[in-house]
């Protein structure tokens, strides 16, 4: 039997197997499984930080963030998955309202659901996203000003930030980098979090999309905690476990 207690290297390496499985440990419950105390997993994991093998989080630590691809790449990703994703936010959408859709390529997913027929207000800062809602004949599309950040695909800076606290919405589907039921929901990039953080403060409904990869994540930049987010709309893929217990409204994708 391996005595784990005298054992750093391979208390980590058990660690770090099951972020790799699950994406999250509690140190509690590792410490009972290697029969250590808490204080030797905290000290492993404050290790495992420095070697950059996980981040840090109340109570344990969740798998280091993946770093974001291009734009472009994203939209390869995971079609299937964000196909289903997208149909179920699309489904949320009410006639007669005004929304504002997030840069991302599970919302320019959604916008193929989107029905035609329903007389919208759009609002984006994703020229894709844009680009795509362009031949919609009912309602009307707004695309946000300014400088396009080569990183998120989106428009960000100040002029966006001035626009939108001009403007009232009745949904916003918020673009997801990272979430963490300690965390909540991150970001990759200071000016992408701060944006986020103004749509929302003009938002009557925040929803989220999210796929298997991003949770439990987190990223560099925390925009909200999950207790301000309504909804969030998940693949069966997703491990949404930790958000039962939440007053979020859990919508799973088929």
Do not use: W
């Not at 030797?40 to 994991?45: A, P, V």
């Not at 994703?85 to 959408?93: F, G, N, S, Y």
């Not at 001009?166 to 589907?173: G, P, S, V």
């Amino acid at each position: 039997m391996i005595d784990y207690d005298a054992l750093p290297e391979q208390r980590q390496e058990v660690i770090y197997q099951i972020l790799q499985q699950t994406g999250r440990v509690i140190g509690a419950d590792i410490a009972r499984q290697l029969g250590v105390s808490e204080h030797t997993i905290r000290r492993d994991l404050q290790a495992m930080v420095r070697k950059g093998m996980c981040k840090k989080v109340y109570g344990g630590a969740v798998s280091q963030f993946k770093q974001s691809a291009s734009f472009e790449t994203r939209v390869m990703h995971s079609i299937e998955e964000k196909s289903g994703v997208a149909r179920r936010c699309a489904e949320l959408i009410r006639p007669g309202t005004c929304i504002f859709i997030d840069g991302g390529s599970t919302y320019l997913a959604m916008v193929s659901f989107i029905p035609e027929d329903y007389d919208l207000t759009i609002v984006t800062n994703s020229p894709q996203i844009a680009a795509a809602l362009s031949g919609r004949k009912q309602g009307e599309v707004i695309m946000l000003g300014g400088k396009l950040n080569s990183q998120t695909g989106s428009i960000l800076g100040s002029e966006p930030l001035n626009h939108v606290r001009e403007m009232l919405f009745d949904q916003m589907f918020i673009g997801v980098c990272g979430l963490d039921l300690q965390a909540g929901l991150t970001a990759v990039y200071y000016e992408d979090a701060c944006f986020k953080k103004e749509v929302m403060r003009q938002s009557n409904e925040v929803i989220a999309a999210v796929i298997a990869d991003k949770m439990p994540q987190v990223a560099r930049y925390k925009v909200a905690s999950c207790e301000d987010l309504d909804v969030v709309v998940a693949s069966s893929q997703t491990d949404t476990g930790s958000l039962a217990h939440t007053n979020i409204r859990l919508e799973i994708a088929g």
